[in-house]
């Protein structure tokens, strides 16, 4: 039982990884291809990631707070813009 319990340790462990690796493909590729924010209204825009680390396209459009659902620390410019984080939780659930 412990050998069979080993092997499905290791093919899921396995399958995480590999998901975990085309993840960060998706991200990087998100982040390169999707990096202007949307205008919603005036004065009010909507972006991903890659959006709000294009400092300059930022400036051109006159942004100048940021709230994110991300880490800020995370945006190499945090000290150009005012930041605002909102934080929330998701409860991890074990499939």
């Known amino acids: 039982m412990d050998k069979i319990n080993g092997s499905i340790k290791k093919i899921n462990d396995l399958i995480r990884n590999q998901i975990a690796a085309l993840l960060g493909i ?6 390169k291809d999707d990096n202007i924010p949307c205008k919603i209204e005036e004065g009010l825009f909507l972006g991903t990631y890659g959006a709000a680390s294009n400092r300059d396209i930022l400036r051109s ?7 994110t659902l991300a880490n800020p620390l995370a945006l190499g410019h945090r ?12 409860e991890k659930t074990e499939i």
């Open 79 to 90: 000290n150009d813009f005012v930041l605002r984080l909102f934080q929330f939780l998701i």
């Open 61 to 67: 459009m006159n942004i100048t707070h940021i709230l």
């Open 26 to 31: 998706y991200v990087t590729r998100s982040f």
